[in-house]
């Protein structure tokens, strides 16, 4: 039985049409106001009514009226073209212009909006940074597509990365910001960084996605001169060169001498007493680590991210490719019926970091940077808030321009070459550097993730291993992955991936299990979304695209094997919680699962809100799953019209069947309806998005 979400209220759309109207011909009159009361009755909690007030605020020159609406509308919809306008209006009028910049990048990305930047010299760096990040893409930092930068007075717009320099909006509370150097652990000093100096400028390099150099990103300070006094406990005291072959100087309390390090590059000092650090020219000087166990911490709490690990394509062939993944989380917890939140990595990251659903944290489209609010405390915070020594080992950057990973000290970050093996080595190596404190680690494996043959090379089993008319890909254009085919080429790409992957991770649990015992440690591994290789028709939040992978083992986790427990991504946040002992706000969507002392969840929401494509949701329960599709595509704030959506309701017993059930279908029809609430605009929408 196919339904049709329902319509919106008629009325709706015609008070939003004369509101819209007579504010583009700035008719702000008695009838404008009676309008608008009655919309705000409709209404409530749309940012609509603040963005139409702020307007007639501004028009009778109430500009800090106007300011405090138009605010209280950003935080409502962050991604709106009239929020940002009046926004800027409203800084610009009472002379802030530094406030204004963000949303001055914001508007010239998608409109012809001219940049105004009159500051003072000193300030101008730090704009252009800002427009940079406003006016570029999400993922894949510290590049830039949108590189802001004076050339002769003329503002200019270039391709580029964030080398040897902050990246912007990345400051905390202790003045130490995310600031990027190369990673050479223990290659030619300087090799690195000289090499990063020489093309992070060149079109190659960006055209390339940066040819997987690996960013040294890490929490520093830029000074000439350092105190630092470990007090309690020793500190090791991460330090970069700003030019090759700096010197050094060490000075106090019985230490005198010199250490050279490499230009952008990180060397590791352990400091037992107070000692002053200095150079001829800057130093970077990372935040210091300090050596300490505390009896309420585990040595190591462990996040594993397998991109791509689909549920579905592991569990029929009996685990045969991931055996000992499965033999080490068969002594925790296997959640089985998993489902991802979003299915694709970028939204997907961000909410399992902060516990929330997309619409909820704002973070739902890789081609715009909207910070996380800073009263939404990530996992990586909430760790490091407890003292543990957060450090992400390997790292895809998807979440640096927005805030979802700030609470790592240091983020080994590449674009797309994150294999486990290195992930494995440097987990080890970092385990035995770092063994004198708590650890947080997190891991993105990205290889199992299914890439265009056109575009990124396959492993060399792969090529070598099929047949020729399986390894040619002549006639197949590039596309996202969530839309390549079902081929031998790809599946043989996959299952080879999963070996490689289980063959790393079983090193890694190895070394776990024989250095600490099981309540030392704590380790998640899950995935952000599945693949649709094995689908003859991709479905983007269909069972192989959503359906994935969760699993825990150590200090608190029930050894329970696979449990057959509905839960979603969001659950990763309180799960942690749980287990660490860190508070979980009210903002988190995620729920505690019974087998970790919560209730059972009743049912797991997957969707897809990109913009420029119809909006896509699936609801499961154990024995039922309903999907609903729109027939207008999402716009760029992230509403979408869902007059008429078409939705159907299948069992979940294997067969699929449509299921002819009314009372069922408006069941979920309510349970859509809420989910959808904040961003289903029913047709009132602004005039710029049509």
């Avoid at 963000?102 to 101008?124: A, C, D, M, V």
Wanted: contains cysteine; negative net charge.
């Amino acid at each position: 039985m196919e339904m049709r979400y329902p319509a919106g209220n008629p009325r709706g759309k015609e008070l939003f049409s004369a509101l819209e109207e007579r504010m583009q011909k700035e008719q702000y009159d008695d009838e404008f106001l009676l309008l608008l009361i009655e919309y705000r009755e409709m209404y409530p909690e749309s940012e609509h009514f603040d963005i139409f007030y702020g307007r007639y605020a501004f028009f009778y020159g109430n500009y800090e009226v106007a300011l405090e609406h138009v605010w209280a509308a950003y935080q409502k919809r962050k991604t709106c073209f009239e929020t940002w306008k009046l926004l800027v209006a409203c800084y610009l009028a009472l002379g802030e212009v530094e406030k204004s910049i963000p949303f001055q990048g914001y508007l010239s990305k998608f409109t012809e909006e001219t940049i105004r930047i009159s500051l003072p010299p000193n300030k101008i760096p730090q704009a252009l940074g800002e427009l940079s990040v406003m006016k570029g893409y999400a993922v894949y930092a510290p590049l830039c597509r949108k590189k802001c930068f004076l050339e002769e007075g003329q503002f200019k717009v270039e391709e580029g990365v964030f080398a040897g320099e902050m990246i912007p909006f990345s400051m905390d509370d202790d003045g130490y910001g995310y600031w990027v150097g190369a990673f050479n652990e223990a290659g030619s000093i300087g090799g690195h960084g000289k090499l990063l100096q020489e093309v992070a400028g060149k079109d190659a390099f960006m055209q390339s996605a940066g040819a997987d150099v690996v960013y040294d990103i890490m929490r520093a300070r830029k000074e000439t001169e350092f105190f630092v006094d470990p007090r309690d406990s020793e500190v090791i005291l991460p330090v970069a060169g700003a030019i090759d072959n700096q010197m050094v100087n060490f000075q106090g309390n019985g230490i005198e001498g010199s250490a050279v390090t490499g230009q952008w590059e990180y060397d590791f000092f352990r400091v037992d007493r107070p000692v002053r650090v200095s150079s001829k020219y800057p130093l970077l000087l990372g935040k210091p680590v300090r050596l300490r166990h505390n009896e309420a911490r585990r040595k190591i709490v462990l996040n594993i991210l397998v991109d791509a690990l689909s549920w579905p394509l592991v569990c029929p062939q009996s685990f045969q490719y991931m055996p000992h993944m499965m033999e080490f989380f068969s002594e925790g917890v296997v959640f089985g019926q998993h489902f991802s939140a979003v299915e694709y990595t970028y939204p997907a990251l961000a909410s399992i970091e902060t516990g929330m659903y997309p619409h909820h944290s704002q973070i739902y489209h890789d081609g715009l940077v909207i910070p996380l609010d800073k009263e939404y405390v990530t996992l990586s915070e909430q760790m490091k808030n407890l003292g543990y020594y957060s450090v992400s080992v390997m790292n895809a950057g998807g979440g640096l321009y927005n805030g979802v990973t700030r609470g790592y000290d240091r983020l080994l970050v590449g674009a797309y070459d994150l294999p486990a093996y290195s992930a494995v080595e440097r987990t080890i190596r970092h385990l035995e550097a770092f063994s004198e404190c708590d650890q947080f680690l997190f891991l993105h494996i990205l290889e199992l993730h299914p890439w265009s043959s056109k575009s990124n090379h396959l492993d060399m089993g792969v090529q070598t291993k099929l047949c020729l008319q399986d390894r040619m890909n002549g006639k197949e254009e590039p596309k996202p992955s969530i839309y390549l085919p079902g081929s031998n080429l790809y599946q043989s790409a996959y299952q080879q991936a999963m070996a490689r992957i289980d063959r790393s991770l079983g090193v890694l649990f190895d070394y776990i299990t024989s250095h600490y015992d099981e309540d030392e440690y704590i380790v998640q591994l899950y995935s952000d979304h599945g693949a649709t290789v094995y689908d003859d028709v991709p479905q983007l939040v269909g069972d192989s695209q959503t359906h994935t992978a969760y699993m825990l083992r150590g200090y608190g986790v029930p050894r329970k094997g696979i449990v057959d427990e509905l839960t979603s991504a969001v659950d990763i946040y309180p799960v942690l919680g749980k287990l660490a002992g860190f508070p979980v706000g009210s903002w988190v969507d995620g729920n505690l699962p019974a087998v970790f002392g919560g209730e059972e969840r009743t049912c797991v929401y997957s969707n897809s809100r990109y913009p420029g494509q119809t909006y896509k949701l699936c609801i499961r329960t154990k024995t039922h799953e309903f999907y609903m599709e729109s027939l207008d595509p999402v716009h760029e704030d992230g509403t979408v019209d869902l007059s008429g959506a078409a939705a159907s309701v299948y069992s979940r017993d294997g067969s699929h069947r449509l299921v002819e059930d009314p009372v069922l279908a408006d069941e979920f029809l309510e349970m859509a309806r809420e989910y959808t609430r904040s961003f289903n605009d029913e047709g009132r929408h602004w005039h710029s998005y049509r």
